[in-house]
């Protein structure tokens, strides 16, 4: 007996361990698990509290199919909800409940109270939890979701009765480790009309859905996860084939520089980054209208596609036609690059849906087509996709998804004077963020108005600290090009002529 | 439990489900309350039939049960669905369309 290796110690040791650490259960739903730390406590109970539409339910029915498709077997239980309008909700999100359910992988209890059955006496949960365990034994469920719980606690008129029972469930769902999901409304600006579960649970996650101007966002918060580290910041999520949440990841702080440059498309322009932009950094054109920054980024572009290298050109303010037209004037011909698919566009009007959509569309763009660079054209246009702090959300989770892909990301920004005046190039506050910018201005003399282009900073690499000027001819930007005859007039105005000159050169 | 008789073969049967969960007490409180409901108001003309949903949950789930004790009224129809341990005598009979002078 004495005779208990030290090596049976050191397994009794590690085995204590691992049952002292909290074993997680993933969701699968998109970017959820990561602001969990991994997923849901598994063997208990966590409670989803928001507003009417905030997808709660969708929350639940995910967990509950991507289980199922693990083969883990769960039990929907809905107090409100009919099933037939549960399974049609989650066909729109792509999930088949009706196979699932075939399969013997989920099973929906429509646990609706009758709105016309009478309350005479006490009654009790008993009954219920009898039912759903003989349905969890034969069926082998380990995980229960119950929708809308506030349904069917309101059937008591007493709040301390509604409690016990609510202390009796949890602990009979602890009791058969159960990993639980419960579903509660919140109203108004009541955190929880039964707060008294949020202390109850092991996990407690917020969802709701707000108006800024006119556009909606939603937005998960964890409020408490015991025995685990969790992100405790509120992260927007949107609906796209389920539900996605938007977690600013960590990524962006721990990604080493690559150290390798790109070139500008201007050699001059190289000369003074000391050889060119940082690939896959993110850098700033910003200036007023007209000062030339499409130009500069279009040059950029096309020399990468002339590489082989993948551009994807998000434009909130020109369309695509618009965009490859004007350029003819300055000899950027995009044509070739689109035609052969190396150069995609994706056109919006910033204002036609929440941010949160056109950031995930953006970011399924990006692993959809896998481009090496980015260009944004205009930061300045997000604002209509709400305010300055949504802007400045979109724009930085770009930033984030961008390095963590390894592409460069060139935002343009349209200045107004109130920005110059205040210093700030991004306009929304997120200059810190970008390792390159360059500011692009005007420069009015007696005689004329001329273009100057200054690099603001440029993280990690030498670079000019002049002030150059230049200008933007049928050869496109020419910096410390000397003033001739045909430079661009300020506002775009006279493109129309150089254009038909370029058209020649075009068919050679 | 049967109370059918022969004399009251003109007037309406009443069929009862009830919802128990084991010997739990307000599912034993509710068949004593509904025996002697019956026995009351429906002498030999009501039949009632016991679920133990902690036996049997697939009848519990056909019948969308969700709390115990439940009492179904099946027959006569429409049907009648009573939460509870039918301590309120007044109240379930008025559920159950039972009116005083007619008892």
Not at chain 1, 420 to 444: C, F, H, K, N, P
Request: hydrophobic residues 40%; positive net charge; contains cysteine.
């Amino acid at each position: 007996m004495e005779k208990r290796s030290e090596k049976s110690i050191e397994a009794n040791k590690l085995n204590l361990v691992a049952s002292t650490v909290l074993e997680k259960v993933p969701t699968g739903v998109s970017g959820l698990d990561e602001i969990l730390h991994g997923g849901l406590p598994s063997g208990r109970c966590t409670i989803v509290a928001g507003g009417p539409g905030t997808g709660k339910s969708i929350l639940g029915l995910e967990f509950l199919a991507f289980r199922a498709q693990n083969n883990i077997p769960g039990i929907f239980v809905t107090f409100e909800e009919r099933a037939d309008a549960l399974r049609k909700n989650a066909m729109t999100f792509g999930i088949d409940l009706g196979a699932l359910e075939k399969s013997g992988g989920l099973f929906i209890m429509d646990a609706r109270p009758n709105p016309e059955a009478v309350v005479s006496g006490d009654f009790d949960l008993k009954g219920m939890l009898a039912i759903i365990g003989g349905k969890a034994a034969k069926m082998g469920a380990r995980q229960i979701v119950f929708d809308a719980i506030d349904v069917l606690l309101n059937l008591y008129s007493d709040p301390i009765r509604e409690r016990n029972e609510m202390y009796m469930l949890h602990n009979w769902l602890l009791d058969h480790e159960f990993t639980s999901l419960i579903t509660v409304k919140n109203e108004g600006n009541s955190y929880n009309q039964h707060s008294y579960l949020d202390f109850m649970m092991d996990c407690v996650i917020l969802m709701n859905a707000r108006q800024l101007e006119q556009v909606t966002t939603r937005r998960i918060r964890v409020v408490k996860y015991r025995g685990s580290s969790y992100s405790s910041n509120e992260h927007p999520f949107i609906f796209k084939n389920g539900l996605r949440v938007i977690p600013l990841s960590s990524v962006l702080l721990s990604r080493t520089p690559t150290m390798k440059h790109v070139t500008t498309g201007s050699k001059k322009l190289d000369a003074m980054l000391n050889g060119g932009y940082m690939k896959s950094t993110s850098i700033l054109l910003a200036g007023q209208s007209g000062t030339g920054k499409t130009t500069a980024a279009c040059m950029f572009t096309k020399s990468a596609c002339e590489r082989k290298e993948k551009v994807l050109y998000v434009s909130y303010e020109e369309s695509q036609e618009a965009i490859v037209t004007n350029m003819r004037s300055t000899g950027i011909d995009l044509t070739p690059a689109l035609k052969s698919g190396i150069l995609r566009f994706l056109n919006f009007m910033p204002e036609s849906r929440a941010a949160d959509e056109h950031l995930v569309d953006t970011i399924d763009a990006i692993d959809a087509f896998k481009p090496a660079h980015v260009v944004v054209d205009a930061i300045s246009a997000c604002g209509r996709m709400g305010t300055t702090q949504t802007a400045f959300e979109f724009v930085t989770r770009l930033i984030n998804a961008c390095k963590e892909r390894g592409s460069t990301l060139i935002l343009l920004n349209q200045l107004d004077r109130s920005d110059e005046s205040s210093g700030d190039v991004s306009g929304i506050g997120i200059s810190s963020l970008i390792d390159t910018a360059l500011l692009m201005q005007y420069r009015r003399t007696p005689e004329q108005t001329q273009r100057i282009i200054e690099i603001v900073k440029a993280r990690g690499s030498m670079h000019s600290n002049k002030i150059k000027d230049f200008i933007i001819t049928e050869k496109g930007i020419e910096i410390g090009g000397k003033l001739r005859g045909k430079v661009k007039p300020p506002a775009g105005a006279g493109r129309a002529a150089s254009a038909k000159k370029n058209v020649k050169g075009v068919r050679k | 439990m049967s109370g059918v008789n022969k004399k009251n073969v003109g007037q309406p049967c009443y069929f009862f489900l009830l919802f128990v969960a084991g010997d739990e007490p307000n599912s034993t409180l509710a068949q004593t309350n509904l025996s002697l409901i019956c026995n009351k108001h429906l002498a030999g003309r009501f039949n009632i039939e016991i679920v133990d949903v902690i036996e049997d949950f697939s009848t519990a789930i056909d019948y969308g049960v969700i709390v115990t004790p439940t009492l179904i009224l099946m027959k006569p129809e429409p049907r009648v669905t009573i939460f509870g341990n039918l301590n309120d005598a007044k109240k379930v009979l008025a559920a159950l369309r039972l009116k005083e002078e007619t008892l």
